[in-house]
């Protein structure tokens, strides 16, 4: 089962057995000893040819001819969209439970994504409201639910302090006290809204503390709550708990997926190089000593009618050159050990050795590609780019 579904590894530390199919099993016969510069060595059981990216696979999957890397980019891309879709059919009951709420129904202008945000299924909150006492009527509303609990009421008397809504030693003197206020405020809990009136009333009893009060400047400020029902509540609750277990799930299938994803990279990652041709495969970095260089620059380079007197370039000579003396050389090698052509073509029944070698058509080198070690003259260049910025010439100088 689990060789079917590959990312259970991800799961069950599952190592899937890794069978190198790029060896053929090893037999007396074929470990024979063979002599290279007067040095005796036991060759290497033969390798099973790799097949080329080429054919049928290219037509079923034109990148494959691209490498590895692109291939499993492609993947992953696949693997993330398909994954996200899925975890999108996920989130649906979620985005059915928001767009349900009626928050936002009275918001004029919005976008068209709002309604399907958390906030749209309602909320309670604290509300204060505030007018002039000069106006005589005060608005209180609710943005969601109904009017609950009345926390504070008062006067502020002074315009400097007219958005405090609680009561402190600046207003706690103005604090109403006629009986009709606490009254008619009490008479609107459960409300959506309530228009609190006090025209050619009083808000104190006896007009004491009046004419001190309410002025031209004073504002009465009321500072109350906004509540949902509790069947409401409870049935937010459970949506938004379900909301919360499922974006749980996805958390840890999506982290399930990335695992699987790395470990199965991994594997395959190693399948497709034993079983595939690539440029690996034909691909040796050596270095060139600076000495050798030089030689070859005033030996071969500028030789009489040599590469500099046909204005060739010193790195596409060198590389000419290379492409050259490694096509001939190792021609020359194939040509002298017929047996390393078994190594790629294998020996058939009835076939001499050397039938076999001339199959081999030959070393062609792809390209040449030279790094240069210049370190340091790169991090000069860099120390000496930073002086310039910042203006320091005599730095700069001394970085030169």
């Known amino acids: 089962m689990r060789e079917a579904f590959e990312w259970l590894g991800a799961v069950t530390c599952y190592k899937k057995a890794q069978v190198d199919d ?54 992953i891309l696949w693997t993330l969209i398909w994954t996200f879709a899925l975890y999108t059919i996920f989130l649906l009951p979620v985005m059915m439970f928001f767009s349900e709420g ?8 919005k976008s068209s994504y709002l309604d399907g945000y958390l906030g749209n ?35 502020n008397p002074l315009i400097d302090n007219k958005n405090t809504c609680v009561n402190n030693d600046s207003n706690s003197m103005c604090k109403p006290d006629a009986d009709f206020v606490m009254e008619s405020l009490l008479s609107s809990v459960g409300d959506p809204d309530h228009l609190f009136t006090f025209e050619n009333k009083s808000l104190f009893k006896d007009n004491t503390g009046k004419a001190a009060c309410d ?31 499922i974006g749980v799930l996805i958390c840890i299938l999506f982290t399930v997926s990335i695992r699987a994803m790395y470990q199965g990279g991994k594997i395959t990652q190693i399948e497709w190089d034993v079983t595939t ?3 690996g495969d034909f691909s040796v970095e050596f270095t060139i000593q600076g000495a050798k260089y030089e030689a070859w620059k005033q030996d071969v380079y500028r030789a009489p009618n040599g590469y500099f007197e046909n204005n060739h370039a010193p790195a596409a000579a060198l590389k ?17 050990n017929s047996w390393a052509a078994e190594e790629l073509y294998g020996k058939a029944k009835n076939t001499t050795t050397s039938a076999v070698a001339r199959k081999y058509g030959g070393t062609k080198v792809a390209d040449i590609v030279f790094s240069f070690n210049n ?20 730095a700069m100088r001394a970085e030169e």
Request: with cysteine; aromatic share 8%; proline share 4%.
């Open 102 to 109: 009626t928050a936002y129904s009275d918001v004029l202008v």
């Open 375 to 394: 370190s340091r003259l790169i991090s000069a260049l860099r120390a000496r780019g930073g002086t310039i910025a910042a203006q320091d010439f005599d």
């Open 22 to 75: 790029n060896y053929a099993p090893v037999s007396e016969e074929k470990n024979k000893k063979v002599v290279i510069n007067g040095k005796e060595i036991v060759k290497k059981a033969p390798r099973k040819k790799k097949n080329p990216i080429s054919g049928d696979a290219i037509k079923t999957s034109p990148i494959n001819q691209l490498g590895f890397g692109i291939v499993a980019y492609v993947n």
């Open 215 to 245: 002025t031209m400047q004073s504002t009465l400020f009321v500072q109350f709550t906004c509540t949902q029902e509790a069947a409401s509540q409870e049935l937010k609750y459970n949506q938004v708990a379900l909301a919360v277990t």
């Open 277 to 279: 041709v690539t440029a």
């Open 121 to 155: 299924m309602g909320y309670s909150s604290v509300q204060c409201a505030s007018i002039p006492t000069n106006v005589d009527r005060l608005s209180l509303a609710c943005p969601y639910g109904t009017i609950g609990e009345f926390l504070d009421y008062g006067i």
């Open 320 to 336: 000419q050159h290379l492409k050259k003396e490694i096509e001939t050389n190792l021609d020359k090698w194939v040509d002298h």
